[in-house]
């Protein structure tokens, strides 16, 4: 009986090779004929059982093989075997390569390669290696089979392994399907590669004709402009989605395309771009419904709004958003939450808070962070102790930022000792203290005249391994140079050894001391520098214009977002007065990235000294060599130039300024409100103030500053409205506040208002400081008068 009986290896081999020289004798070509293919099929089962036997190509070997005629069609009938394993393909693939009557082909090549590359990682040398040998006899890899090449590398994250595949089938490039450029895009993004990716793209958009535009592949030109956003890349950014506007049409052809573009340019202040794409994706809805706006879209929306300082205008989307059949989520919750803390809304905030509570959703900790900096920079410092505390007790983890906000904000609420105190705890525990927390505490004893105490955090600082930047050796200059305790250089630079700035900036100072000392422009006065100009025509620069009700009356009345339509309808009239954007510390890109940082050091340096002609002459040289100033450099000379009563000057710079910075930021309008009240415009301060109360965004110092010139110009009662605004914003007043109100009204003559407003402060449990007692003391001075006079 055979039942049971195995087949011998030997006989195997006989009846295989029986069968290969039937097929030598049949020609394949004619499929005419069903016993060809038969003889084929069997012909392939038994070379497949024998590879998959052990010993697997050594079956194969014996005195008739090379008898055996190869083809394209039998080799590829065994390489697409499913049941065969992709190691056994590749020794089969070897084993014919070394038959002396047969080349692999394009089509043996392509399949072995697709084979492999369901396991890339594993086979990546053989892949490379298969490349190579279609190199060398002159195969030429066709484009679909390198773009699964390419795609199968993308998944799985090899990226490096991309851009080898195409150094190796560089010289057929130029003949490869234009889809391969997609995975091409795609690799050199995911692989941080972005220039290579842009130039990529542009090869690609460029090539392209209008009737193959179906080619480009969007979602690879999505995820450039992602990272291009991510990496702050705004003029590439503009470049990829002109390009991509002028080729395709409809681009952005999706929701998560708008979304992009929508984000990117709300953040970069670019409002009216952003407003005008919201009522281009509402008008393709209309006929195409998977582009009308989804969550992320208001999302993106109300962050740029924040950011444009239009908080609320944020607001009331916020509350459309509610309304339109969108649920917020816990990204819209923190949004709205940060845009307020940032503007000071801290009453608006802590609604939106509690709202977000209520609805099952747990703030993090970035919330919990925006709301502390909110109260502590508001002066309620006992809602940012009770929130800190809520923090604790639900769990949610406090972080480096978190004990960096309380320590800033208990020195700036004038609790320097409970600031030190934290300081010195978390030191202790050596966790949540980094660079930046040193740097604050720096900044704020070098306020307070502690060189020497600064001086030793900061030797602490480095041997901790923490990087002493710019903006920590900044505060010791400024301390050193206002003190003018230049012998304590020498032993800045001692103490700060192994930071790579320091011998920068060392170097930087010899280079504009020599600069300073030119003889030719010695005696020159650099004051008058700047083309006079007038803050009576203050208003022109922020006007903004008014909402027709024409474009009012357009607005669909069955839209879901009515007032987000209004504001994409008067995009162009959306100008920008203030920002929430924050300046970034000196630190990312190294010693050749703080020119202007520098310039802004020095040019603090002159002007706490009194000398404005040096600070006009270093501006002067540094603008000279291109060196662009910011927001900050303008401000400080305004606000000198203010001081010293050099009021046209200032508006001159106030106007360069407004051609070369895209917005005026808090500083320069606390600039403004003092310069128009040197020159007794109050009217003048209370229309600006308006403005910005409409934008929502006055800040501690811009209210103290307007109540002041409100007061010297004796408009008390809109002085009065100012403090009752301020309150209702969540701000709580301060002791400069109370101080500024009690003198101005002592000063009128108004003595019951300025003791009801000592009595307010008392209330308040507000701490006097030494600006206090000269004004109590010239407030008992006048109520001793009024004494007299009664007699």
């Not at 195409?166 to 050199?188: G, H, P, T």
């Not at 170097?507 to 001391?513: C, D, Q």
């Not at 110092?701 to 010139?709: A, F, G, H, P």
Request: charged share 25%.
């Amino acid at each position: 009986m055979l039942h049971g009986r195995r087949t011998t290896t030997t006989s195997l081999n006989k009846t295989l090779f029986r069968l290969l020289y039937i097929q030598t004798k049949t020609t394949i070509t004619q499929p005419s004929s069903s016993k060809p293919q038969f003889n084929t099929f069997l012909l392939v089962a038994s070379i497949v059982k024998s590879l998959s036997n052990p010993g697997g190509t050594s079956n194969l070997n014996n005195e008739h093989s090379t008898s055996i005629s190869l083809s394209d069609s039998l080799v590829l009938q065994i390489l697409t075997r499913s049941s065969l394993d992709a190691s056994k393909k590749i020794d089969f693939f070897k084993w014919c390569s070394l038959r002396h009557n047969y080349k692999h082909s394009v089509c043996t090549y392509s399949q072995m390669l697709k084979t492999l590359c369901v396991n890339p990682v594993i086979h990546k040398d053989y892949i490379f290696y298969l490349i190579s040998c279609m190199n060398l006899e002159g195969v030429v890899l066709d484009s679909s089979t390198c773009k699964f090449i390419l795609d199968s590398f993308i998944k799985s994250g090899d990226f490096d392994s991309v851009l080898e595949v195409l150094d190796r089938v560089e010289s057929i490039w130029d003949r490869l399907n234009l889809d391969v450029y997609n995975s091409v895009v795609v690799a050199l993004v995911r692989s941080n590669r972005l220039n290579m990716a842009l130039v990529t793209l542009f090869k690609l958009l460029d090539s392209v004709r209008s009737e193959d535009v179906s080619f480009i592949d969007v979602a690879a030109c999505n995820e450039l402009l992602v990272a291009l956003r991510k990496g702050g890349m705004k003029s590439e950014f503009r470049n990829v989605f002109d390009k991509c506007r002028e080729k395709i049409h409809s681009f952005p052809v999706d929701v998560w395309g708008y979304n992009v573009c929508i984000h990117a340019f709300g953040t970069w202040g670019e409002l009216e771009t952003a407003l005008n794409l919201f009522k281009e994706m509402k008008e393709k809805s209309g006929c195409l419904t998977n582009l009308a706006p989804d969550l992320c879209t208001y999302n993106s929306l109300i962050q740029s709004l924040c950011f444009n300082g239009k908080v609320n205008d944020a607001l009331i989307v916020w509350e459309e958003l509610k309304s339109s059949g969108h649920e917020p989520d816990e990204f819209t919750y923190r949004i709205v939450i940060q845009g307020c803390c940032k503007c000071y809304r801290m009453n608006d905030a802590t609604k939106i808070f509690s709202e977000m509570q209520h609805n099952g959703f747990r703030p993090d900790t970035v919330v919990y962070n925006s709301l502390l900096d909110g109260f502590l920079k508001s002066r309620k410092l006992m809602e940012a102790c009770q929130l800190f505390e809520k923090m604790v007790d639900d769990g949610v983890r406090a972080s480096c930022c978190t004990y960096n906000i309380l320590i800033d904000g208990l020195f700036k609420n004038r609790r320097g000792q409970a600031a030190y105190a934290l300081f010195g705890d978390l030191k202790k525990k050596g966790q949540f203290v980094d660079g930046i927390t040193y740097s604050i505490v720096v900044l704020h004893i070098c306020k307070e005249g502690m060189i020497e105490e600064a001086l030793e955090l900061v030797e602490e600082m480095e041997s901790r391994g923490f990087v002493v930047d710019l903006v920590t050796i900044t505060h010791l200059l400024v301390a050193i140079n206002t003190e003018s305790r230049t012998d304590l250089n020498d032993k800045l630079l001692k103490r700060i050894k192994s930071s790579n700035i320091m011998p920068a900036v060392v170097e930087w100072k010899a280079s504009m001391e020599a600069l300073m000392k030119d003889p030719k422009n010695r005696k020159k006065d650099f004051t008058p520098m700047f083309k006079k100009g007038d803050f009576k025509e203050i208003m022109s620069l922020i006007t903004s214009h008014e909402s027709s009700s024409s474009s009012k009356e357009n607005v669909d009345p069955w839209s879901s977002s009515p007032y987000m339509d209004h504001l994409a309808d008067e995009a162009k009239s959306q100008s920008r007065l203030l920002t929430s954007s924050r300046g970034k510390r000196v630190q990312e890109k190294g010693v050749h990235s703080f020119d202007i940082n520098m310039v802004n050091t020095y040019l603090s340096i002159y002007l706490t000294k009194g000398k404005l002609s040096l600070a006009c002459k270093l501006f002067d040289s540094f603008t000279d060599l291109e060196v662009d100033p910011v927001n900050y450099t303008y401000n400080s000379l305004m606000s000198s130039l203010v001081k010293k009563g050099y009021l046209n000057e200032a508006s001159g710079v106030l106007s360069e300024m407004g051609e070369k910075v895209s917005s005026a930021d808090v500083a320069t309008y606390n600039v403004i409100f003092q310069a128009l009240g040197k020159m007794g415009r109050a009217d003048l301060a209370g229309a600006v103030s308006r403005k910005l109360t409409e934008g929502g965004f006055i800040d501690m110092v811009m209210y103290n500053t307007l109540i002041s010139v409100l007061g010297k110009g004796g408009r008390f009662d809109e002085a009065n409205r100012v403090l009752e605004q301020m309150k209702r914003s969540g701000i709580n007043p301060d002791v400069v506040t109370y101080n500024t109100l009690i003198e101005v009204n002592s000063k009128a003559g108004r003595l019951k208002e300025a003791r009801r407003f000592l009595k307010m402060m008392v209330d308040a449990g507000c701490a006097p400081n030494h600006v206090t007692d000269t004004t109590l003391e010239f407030l008992e001075k006048e109520i001793e008068k009024e004494k007299q006079k009664q007699k």
